[in-house]
């Protein structure tokens, strides 16, 4: 069966610190994958996603960046936060178009 | 601009009752529809989805009613169990682009016993 992990659970980082968080995907091969972020007391917004390795689209401009360089890995990174960046961010899996998205358990960041 | 919206951002229901969650959308672009459990500090599972060909679907105690001309859904949960006391989401995407969905802002369910 397919799993989706997530690291580091919970993150406190200072302002103007550096950001990567990691998203690994077992059990499937070639998924789409995306970058949620959940911010307090709202819905989740998409940020960004990848069908293929190398292959990255923003949906929203911000101060925040995607990468894949593995199949089944999925990486947001940050080279300085803002405060703005607080929140819950979440990864998520799907087998391809029109499939139903998993998500993982989510990393919950508070810049201060 | 909310293309998902849910208008209720928490219900109430007694256990054992039928507990309704809505959700409109104004995209009519959109045709695969989902709808997502949620608890604290964790990521949103997946309940059950729909698709535009359809009206209705159902599994065990959920069930999703799809309205077209009124771009509206609804999911029931019946019977109201204490497990249910979540945030639901419901969530939207279309055939363009690579299955992004857009969803609404989650309604806050308690199932009082």
């Known amino acids: 069966s397919q799993t989706i992990h997530q690291w580091p659970a919970t993150l406190v980082q200072p302002v103007g610190s550096p950001l990567s968080l990691e998203c690994t995907v077992e059990?499937?091969?070639?998924?789409?994958l995306y970058w949620y972020r959940q911010a307090a007391g709202r819905g989740l917004q998409l940020l960004f996603y990848s069908v293929g390795i190398g292959q990255i689209s923003s949906e929203v401009p911000q101060n925040l960046s995607a990468s894949r360089p593995q199949d089944r890995q999925f990486i947001l990174s940050s080279k300085k936060l803002l405060l703005s960046d607080s929140g819950f961010y979440l990864c998520?899996?799907?087998?391809?178009?029109?499939?139903?998205?998993?998500f993982g358990p989510g990393t919950r960041l508070l810049v201060l | 601009d909310q293309q998902v919206k849910q208008n209720s951002p928490s219900l109430s229901v007694q256990e054992g009752r039928i507990s309704i969650l809505n959700c409109d959308y104004t995209n009519s672009m959109f045709d695969y529809f989902l709808w997502y459990k949620k608890y604290p500090a964790e990521g949103p599972t997946f309940l059950i989805s729909i698709s535009s060909i359809k009206d209705k679907n159902e599994d065990g105690r959920f069930t999703v009613f799809l309205n077209k001309s009124a771009k509206h859904l609804s999911l029931h949960i019946v019977p109201s169990q204490p497990g249910d006391s979540a945030v639901y989401f419901c969530?939207?995407?279309?055939?363009?682009?690579?299955?992004?969905?857009?969803f609404g802002q989650g309604t806050r369910l308690t199932i009082n016993p």
């Open positions: 998520a899996w799907a087998s391809g178009i029109q499939e139903t998205q998993y």
């Open positions: 969530a939207a995407s279309s055939v363009q682009g690579a299955q992004k969905l857009v």
């Open positions: 059990g499937t091969s070639n998924p789409n």
